[in-house]
């Protein structure tokens, strides 16, 4: 059975993700909305999926089957209403160029499964070491304007919530893969609710051009 805590992290980040979905159908627009961080999230979960089927782990499998289905739902709805349709196509495919690539690499070129799922596993924990990081630049951004208004306080309580559940998950199955590359998620989540608590009361000041 699932954790429940994977599970609740799960819905938390639907109902997240489900706020900028009602944001576009209710405006018919994409406006403030980011593309790219929800590509590299389909990425990350359909990764995670084919390393949980090698796995035979019916938690990764269960998490990320619902993770990659929202996303490939927005990613729809972003391209149906964004203006800039070719460049978003041009990142879509870019997205299924890279999976197809992924997949003939670990089905054709490696043989022995025990490999492959190192491999995988390997790939897994750095990519989303490098999303749990790409926030890094924002967080600059917050403490030279002094203004938390660049971050997502809901964002920042999910990816807590998920990468902490997902580091003991982790620890339980004594799984490196999945333990390590939480950990920056817990690392970056503590600093964002520090810097929501140092800012909380100060004004914005504009950041020279």
């Known amino acids: 059975m699932a954790p429940v805590p994977l599970l609740a992290a799960a819905c938390i980040g639907c109902t997240v993700a489900m706020s900028d979905l009602r944001q576009m159908l209710a405006t018919r627009s994409v406006e403030n909305i980011q593309f790219l961080p929800f590509l590299t999230t389909d990425v990350n979960n359909l990764s995670w999926l084919g390393y949980g089927c090698l796995k ?7 998490v990320n089957t619902i993770g990659a289905a929202l996303q490939t739902l927005y990613i729809l709805v972003y391209l149906y209403y964004s203006p800039a349709k070719r460049a978003v196509l041009l ?3 870019a997205l299924l160029a890279v999976l ?21 596993g390997l790939f897994c924990s750095a990519f989303t070491i490098s999303m749990y990081l790409s926030p890094l630049a924002d967080l600059a951004r917050v403490v030279r304007s002094r203004s938390t208004r660049c971050l997502s306080f ?33 690392v ?22």
């Open 154 to 186: 809901p964002l920042a309580v999910t990816t807590c919530l998920a990468s902490s559940s997902w580091t003991l998950y982790g620890l339980q199955l004594q799984d490196p893969y999945i333990t390590v590359p939480n950990v920056p998620g817990i």
């Open 100 to 120: 197809a690539t992924g997949y003939g690499y670990f089905t054709l070129v490696v043989g022995d499964a025990r490999t492959r799922l190192a491999r995988l």
């Open 188 to 209: 970056t989540s503590v600093v964002r609710f520090w810097l929501f608590w140092r800012y909380r009361d100060k004004p914005h000041r504009p950041l020279p051009a």
């Open 91 to 93: 990142q879509s495919l």
């Open 56 to 62: 035979q782990d019916w938690t990764l499998i269960a």
